[in-house]
């Protein structure tokens, strides 16, 4: 099995197979990021990951959404390419080197007007928009410790239809293993329970590429 997936590698073939994408834009992002990035380039998404979150986007048709940790650019643009028209994305990241890669692809498929790029700590950039719930769509990719305080600043800030995304929230598996301490784990296996727990949402935890949560607000 690979890092990107719980799931046997035959299997995740066959999903990739019969489903849409990578195109060529895409897959050249891919590439570039392989070759700028080295073994870090297993942080993208996967490809299944980004059609999901293409037909999700406009199945939502979100007036504003909301990415925290945008790396490359592979999930910016999964998502502002089906944004409707006005809708804008605001990716939230503090590595200018990486995001130079996803501000070129931006470019080059014509959505980089529909995205607002801020470097610095996104728990930062999360405390600074208005308190009024305005958020259709987030999706969380960053630093795992931080995911607790990333929840709570976007659930009260969802629209009545918002969605929130959460990635790897399954991390190989290892979050079903209670012997299992190390930092991250621990963080998402918290993160996990917290969620599920809260009554202020709903959740359910799809086991797509590293684990995908989908959590909306209630109320």
């Known amino acids: ?20 994408g990578p195109d060529q834009l895409q897959q050249a992002l891919i590439d570039a990021t392989s070759a700028a990035t080295g073994s870090a380039a297993g942080m993208q998404i996967s490809p299944l990951q980004g059609a999901f979150m293409s037909i999700l986007t406009s199945i939502l048709r ?18 502002a390419r ?24 931006w470019e080059k498929a014509g959505i980089a007007d529909r995205i607002e790029l801020r470097i610095g700590p996104a728990i930062d950039t999360l405390r600074s928009l208005p308190s009024t719930p305005t958020i259709d769509l987030a999706f969380i990719d960053a630093d795992k410790p931080s995911y ?28 079903l293993d209670d012997t299992a301490t190390e930092e991250n784990t621990v963080a998402l296996r918290d993160f996990n329970d917290h969620v599920f727990a809260d009554p202020r949402s709903e959740v359910a935890l799809l086991p797509l590429g590293d684990g995908v949560s989908m959590i909306r607000r209630l109320g």
Do not use: K
């Open 1 to 20: 099995m690979s890092r990107n997936s719980i799931i046997d590698d035959a299997v995740v073939g066959y999903a990739l197979a019969h489903s849409s």
């Open 62 to 79: 979100p007036t504003f959404a909301v990415e925290v940790g945008t790396f490359t650019g592979y999930s910016a643009l999964a998502i």
């Open 82 to 105: 089906a944004l409707p028209a006005g809708g804008r994305l605001l990716c939230c990241d503090i590595s200018e080197e990486w995001t130079a890669i996803g501000l070129q692809y």
């Open 148 to 175: 607790h305080q990333y929840y709570e600043e976007l659930l009260p800030r969802l629209s009545p239809t918002g969605v929130i995304l959460v990635d790897n929230t399954l991390w190989s598996g290892a979050v």
